[in-house]
């Protein structure tokens, strides 16, 4: 080989090494950084997340109902409540002397359900009987219960209300205990503001409320009351009706005792990502920022009534997208809810509300996503719909974001993201002295299809444990290949029906899955990992000290 040729392979050699440092700089400037420390904790981990709506209620008495309550009780989305609605279209009846009586064995066995998995029942008052209806002909047939019909309109006598409520929290507190049910929550309704739910005017709803706070308080002050559970889209275009209900609780006349405002614990809300099955006002697709902006904004009303602000809001539904029952049929975009972009959603909603109720005092102190989508049949596998799982009991990859939200320590402590702008959120506490947890989101909402580039991403960990521990790591993921049965779904063609050894693997493949093997390092100072996090993916990253 000549001189030239030599220098001219050297330089070709020295470039291409250049090149793939410069690259590899780069790559390493643009990681995002997730700083812990776990030293000293910041509060309590009261898991205010984890709690739902199971609808339709009567679902609950069958055998799927039994397990699928279990199952969301397993992946951590039932740890607190599980709101149903008491049916008292179901428990009226006509005595002998034309008097209304209640029987209440529905809802006894649907509550020890909840309450056998260690869970707390938050009870809808919902809908009107129709004894006691001023138009028995108000009413909505669902087909998918043999056209049961439920009725949606106003009492007769708003007496006849109350004396239901009466009787139901009498029931419950002879069933239970008043320790128990003190324990619950009783909201009066669902959704005044839509036809669907309700025919009368929002306005109508005040004495409805009045009355119900009324009969309640009649048989304990112990028992937390609310509402009034207004929609979430409409109620963003139209906030007067939340700004009424509030005026009317904190300074209006009560319609049941005459006095002044009316007795609530916590105020109900709805708010979403988006709307049918798709985005919202605010953007384009499924947007965290709109939904927190409905908090934000709804918080604000109730902060204009001094009567209110120590009052507690509660997020009585949300969801990626409402309109639970459209599909992709009618909606494409109403596949995030199959895929690895609803846990990403999800884990990047409760780090931003946690760092909110944190950072800012924010009153929000339960949030109940809303499954639903099952009351009309499910034709195939992964519709699309708002549910949990699939027609052949797929779980949806939303369950292990709850299962990783689960598996977060009692305590939390700080952890800053920087740069503060990347698309990264992260949460970490500890269990005891011996075990540290983070979960890190990147997630990017316009990116529907889960195709954006990765993060890189650099974490470090100040444990305040001994230099030379042996320290065990587990790195648990959500993404495209991981802990997400919808992708083999999808690559296997989307059998409609899957075969028996289909659905075999399929349910091999739909729980939480680690990324890696654990491994057994010993501690240097701070714990270091660095990894690539894809678009709308989730890491949960487990450190524990070995003895």
């Not at 949300?318 to 599909?327: C, P």
């Not at 992708?487 to 729980?511: K, S, W």
């Amino acid at each position: 080989m000549d001189v030239r040729m030599a220098r001219l392979l050297f330089g070709v050699f020295f470039l291409l090494a250049f090149s793939w440092l410069t690259t590899d700089a780069a790559i390493a400037g643009e990681a995002v950084l997730v700083e812990v420390d776990a030293r000293e904790t910041t509060g309590e981990n009261d898991q205010f997340w984890a709690s739902l709506v199971f609808h339709p209620t009567e679902y609950l008495s069958t055998p799927w109902g039994e397990e699928h309550i279990a199952l969301l009780r397993e992946s951590g989305a039932a740890l607190n409540f599980v709101r149903i609605y008491n049916q008292p279209e179901d428990a009226a009846y006509l005595r002998d002397d034309g008097s209304v009586g209640y029987d209440w064995d529905h809802f006894d066995r649907r509550a020890d359900l909840i309450l056998e998995q260690g869970v707390k029942p938050a009870v809808a008052f919902f809908s009107m009987p129709p004894q006691i209806a001023a138009d028995p002909e108000l009413l909505r047939e669902r087909p998918f219960l043999d056209g049961k019909p439920i009725y949606l309109g106003l009492p007769e006598d708003f007496d006849q209300w109350r004396d239901m409520v009466v009787d139901f929290t009498q029931h419950v507190i002879d069933r239970y205990g008043e320790d128990e049910v003190a324990d619950w929550v009783f909201m009066c309704w669902n959704e005044p503001d839509l036809g669907s739910f309700s025919q009368f005017e929002v306005e109508e709803y005040y004495p409805l409320y009045d009355y119900f706070a009324e009969g309640v308080r009649s048989v304990s002050d112990r028992i937390r009351i609310g509402g009034p559970s207004l929609s979430s889209g409409k109620t963003f275009r139209e906030p007067e009706n939340f700004e009424g209900f509030a005026s009317h609780v904190a300074q209006g006349t009560n319609y049941a005792t005459g006095e002044t405002g009316s007795p609530i614990d916590f105020l109900t809300i709805h708010t979403y990502g988006g709307h049918g099955a798709s985005g919202g006002p605010l953007s384009d697709y499924p947007c965290v920022d709109y939904m927190l902006e409905q908090q934000r904004r709804l918080v604000a009303i109730r902060d204009e009534f001094p009567e209110l602000r120590d009052t507690s809001v509660y997020v009585a539904e949300w969801g990626v997208s409402a309109s639970g029952g459209r599909g992709m049929d009618r909606e494409p975009m109403a596949e995030v809810r199959n895929s690895q972009y609803s846990p990403a959603f999800m884990t990047t909603a409760v780090t931003r509300l946690h760092d909110l109720r944190r950072n800012e005092g924010f009153p929000v102190d339960m949030l109940a996503i809303c499954f639903s989508g099952y009351e009309i049949e499910r034709s195939s596998d992964f519709e699309g719909k708002r549910t949990a799982s699939t027609l052949n009991d797929f779980d949806k990859p939303l369950l292990n974001g709850y299962r990783m939200l689960a598996r977060l320590g009692d305590e939390w402590v700080t952890r800053r993201v920087s740069p503060e702008d990347a698309p990264v959120t992260a949460l970490a506490a500890r269990d005891g002295e011996d075990r540290i947890g983070v979960l890190v989101t990147h997630f990017q909402n316009h990116h529907t299809q889960n195709d954006g580039p990765p993060k890189p991403i650099s974490l470090e960990i100040l444990t305040g444990w001994e230099d030379g521990a042996a320290v065990e790591a587990q790195h648990w993921r959500v993404d495209e290949t991981h802990s997400n049965a919808y992708t083999l779904f999808r690559e296997m063609g989307r059998p409609d029906p899957p075969t028996e050894e289909q659905i075999e693997q399929i349910q091999a493949r739909m729980g939480l899955e680690a990324l890696e093997e654990p491994r057994v390092t010993q501690l240097d100072g701070a714990f270091t990992m660095d990894f690539e996090l894809p678009c709308n993916a989730i890491s949960l990253i487990e450190i524990t000290r070995k003895n």
